[in-house]
C-alpha cells in the first residue's frame, strides 16, 4: 500500500457524460500527479498540482481539468467523454516538485461505452 | 520535449538468468531517472532510480547504469525469478517551467520470467 488513495476503482460511463475522479496524497506529500495509462499509449503525464497550485502541464486535453483542494486531495473531471477516452488512471504524490520518488494510488479504471 | 525509448518491449528469460532492459533519452538536461515495475492490474511501484552525477547504483539483485554522453541507461536484474515477471518501465525527469520535474516514461517492457 503505497499511502495514495484513489476512487471510484471502476468506472463505466457512456460518451457524451462527465465524471469525476478522486486522489488523496500520502500525508506530507504536497505534489499530486495524474497520468493516463493506455495499452497503445503507455503511462502519459497529464497534469501536477503542488499546494494547490498547478504547476506543470502534459498533453491533457482541454475536456479535462483538475484541481488540488486546501486538504490536498485532487480531483480530475473529464468530460465530453469519448470512446477513446477509457484507459487506467493513476494519480502519483511525491513530497516536493519531482526528482524524487513518486508514489502512485490504485489507479481508476475508466470505461466509456 | 523529451522522448524515451525503450528495449525490448518483451523479454522472456528462464529463471536464474539475467536480464537487461535498456532507454535512451533525447533531453540532455533530464537529470534524475527512476525505473517502475507494475505487475499485473497493480500501480506501478518505483524499484531504483539514479540521478546523472551517479554512473551506477545497485540494490541486492537489481542495478542500473547511466551513460549520460550516450544518453541512455539501462535496468539490469541477476538470478530473476518467477516474481520479477511484471512489466518495467523506465523514465527521464528534467526540470520544466515552475521548477517541477516531470517524467516522460518508456513504452514498457514485459518480463516474463519462466520456472
Known amino acids: 500500500d503505497s499511502g495514495v488513495t484513489q476512487t471510484p476503482k471502476h468506472l463505466i460511463t457512456a460518451t457524451g457524460q462527465r465524471v469525476t475522479l478522486r486522489c488523496s496524497p500520502r500525508?506530507?506529500?504536497?505534489?499530486v500527479y495524474w497520468y493516463q495509462q493506455s495499452l497503445d499509449q503507455g503511462l502519459q503525464f497529464l497534469i501536477q498540482?503542488?499546494?494547490?497550485?498547478?504547476?506543470a502541464k502534459g498533453n491533457i486535453l482541454e475536456r479535462f481539468s483538475a484541481q488540488q483542494f486546501p486538504d490536498l486531495h485532487s480531483e480530475l473531471n473529464l468530460s465530453s467523454l469519448e470512446l477513446g477516452d477509457s484507459a487506467l488512471y493513476f494519480c502519483a504524490s511525491s513530497v516536493g516538485l519531482g526528482g524524487e520518488t513518486q508514489y502512485f494510488g490504485p489507479g481508476t479504471r475508466l470505461l466509456v461505452l | 520535449g523529451e522522448n524515451v525509448e525503450q528495449h525490448p518491449s518483451t523479454l522472456s528469460v528462464q529463471e536464474g538468468d539475467s536480464a537487461v532492459i535498456k532507454c535512451t533519452y533525447s533531453d540532455s538536461a533530464s537529470n534524475y531517472f527512476p525505473w517502475y515495475k507494475q505487475e499485473l492490474g497493480k500501480r506501478p511501484q518505483l524499484i531504483i532510480d539514479i540521478r546523472s552525477n551517479v554512473g551506477e547504483k545497485k540494490d541486492q539483485r537489481i542495478a542500473v547504469t547511466l551513460n549520460k554522453t550516450a544518453k541512455h541507461f539501462s535496468l539490469h536484474i541477476t538470478e530473476t525469478q518467477p516474481e520479477d515477471s511484471a512489466v518495467y518501465f523506465c523514465?527521464?525527469?528534467?526540470?520544466?517551467?515552475?521548477?517541477?520535474?516531470?517524467?516522460?516514461f518508456g513504452r514498457g517492457t514485459s518480463l516474463i520470467v519462466h520456472p
Open positions: 500525508s506530507g506529500d504536497l505534489s
Open positions: 498540482y503542488y499546494n494547490g497550485e498547478e504547476r
Open positions: 523514465a527521464a525527469s528534467n526540470p520544466a517551467s515552475g521548477g517541477s520535474y516531470i517524467p516522460t
